[in-house]
């Protein structure tokens, strides 16, 4: 099973930004596609980005397109996600997983504990 380590999160203001992390154990982790995901209180588990195994190509919640940018480091197992422009409505945990990027859902069926994004207005 492979296991996803996310870190990167925490507080931040209105118009700054963060960068997300998540490690990933296991060789296999530069032959898929890794997506990022969040879940705000009350809500859904939603996709967020998504890029392909070799970073090719990327795919992008309308919500966040052209504030945020995924990214990967094969070499070291480990997906980015740099976020810009925050806004109070970006308040999630955000989660690492597999990703179907045709259909933008996980592949993985458990989850990393996640990291806590909470952006102030």
Do not use: H
């Not at 919500?63 to 925050?86: C, E, H, P, W």
């Amino acid at each position: 099973q492979v296991q996803l380590v996310e870190s990167g999160g925490g507080l931040v203001q209105a118009g700054g930004s963060l960068r997300l992390s998540c490690a990933a154990s296991g060789r296999t982790f530069s032959s898929y596609a890794m997506g990022w995901f969040r879940q705000a209180p009350g809500k859904e588990r939603e996709f967020v980005a998504a890029i392909s195994w070799r970073g090719a190509n990327t795919y992008y919640a309308d919500s966040v397109k052209g504030r945020f940018t995924i990214s990967r480091d094969n070499a070291k197992n480990t997906l980015y996600l740099q976020m810009n422009s925050l806004k109070p409505e970006d308040t999630a945990v955000y989660y690492c997983n597999r990703v179907d990027t045709f259909s933008k859902r996980p592949i993985y069926d458990y989850w990393g504990q996640g990291t806590q994004v909470t952006v102030s207005s």
